[in-house]
């Protein structure tokens, strides 16, 4: 499949193409400010993963996919290999792709995720992005009317808002809410075979001191399938950390680059 993307700054021989991989119900804009900032040393990729943004929709919505996409996205550029730095769903995508074709990738940041199994947190949001499909909304506050009454956070709704936009029969979602929603089993695991690969290359791995994502009993795991990973906490950051602490997470993501 091929990805809608942005694209900031110019290749260079002397370092690696950054891919940014957003998370699950983002899109490739929530790394705008960063890649931006990013743009005058490197050559920065951010698609908008399959189901999402502006990329095509499709029922398949495993790791496999979505990893198997940024493949194709690296070789359409015309290079051998990438530096990924994905949050959440896209930090599983990127460990996935890590694990299965180390040779694509030329080093690795997870933010906020782990490669292990999660509990099943959005169906409440799902219900409240189901409530505004079926009110035939005729305004962004009219959905977010809809939206406030299944959620509190009004971070939150403003966050999903922006994958609302208008078209000739309407307001609706730029996201593939019926896959997503069907596919939730998929997105909330990570299988690994019984021996499963490792990879070698430079890692770094960034987690919010107040989130609960990436965990004491998940640590080990990650030591085995990546062997060289550092781990970095940022204080009074929850999942959301480049957005909750963007300074602190820049400052840590350039120390690592500035091994490239």
Wanted: aromatic letters at 10%.
């Amino acid at each position: 499949m091929q990805l809608h993307y942005r694209e900031y700054g110019s290749y260079s021989e002397l370092h690696p193409t950054l891919i940014f991989l957003h998370g699950l119900l983002g899109s490739s804009s929530n790394w705008h400010s960063l890649a931006r900032s990013l743009a005058d040393d490197f050559h920065v990729l951010v698609p908008d993963l399959r189901n999402h943004g502006r990329s095509p929709h499709d029922d398949e919505v495993g790791y496999p996919a979505l990893a198997g996409d940024v493949v194709q996205l690296i070789e359409d550029q015309g290079l051998d290999s990438a530096l990924l730095i994905g949050h959440s769903m896209g930090g599983k995508a990127a460990m996935w792709l890590a694990l299965h074709r180390p040779e694509r990738v030329a080093g690795l940041v997870v933010v906020d995720i782990a490669p292990v199994p999660y509990e099943n947190r959005f169906q409440p949001i799902y219900q409240a992005l189901h409530a505004v499909d079926e009110a035939n909304i005729g305004s962004r506050a009219e959905a977010d009317q809809v939206l406030a009454q299944h959620l509190d956070d009004t971070g939150l709704r403003q966050f999903l808002l922006q994958n609302l936009h208008m078209t000739q029969g309407g307001w609706r979602w730029r996201i593939n809410l019926q896959a997503l929603s069907r596919g939730m089993s998929q997105i909330v695991d990570f299988p690994l075979p019984q021996n499963p690969p490792h990879y070698d290359g430079p890692t770094l791995f960034i987690y919010g001191q107040l989130s609960d994502y990436v965990t004491a009993e998940s640590k080990p795991r990650i030591s085995r399938l990546f062997p060289q990973a550092r781990m970095s906490c940022i204080r009074d950051a929850g999942h959301w950390i480049y957005a909750e602490q963007p300074q602190a997470f820049a400052s840590l993501l350039g120390g690592f680059l500035r091994q490239f």
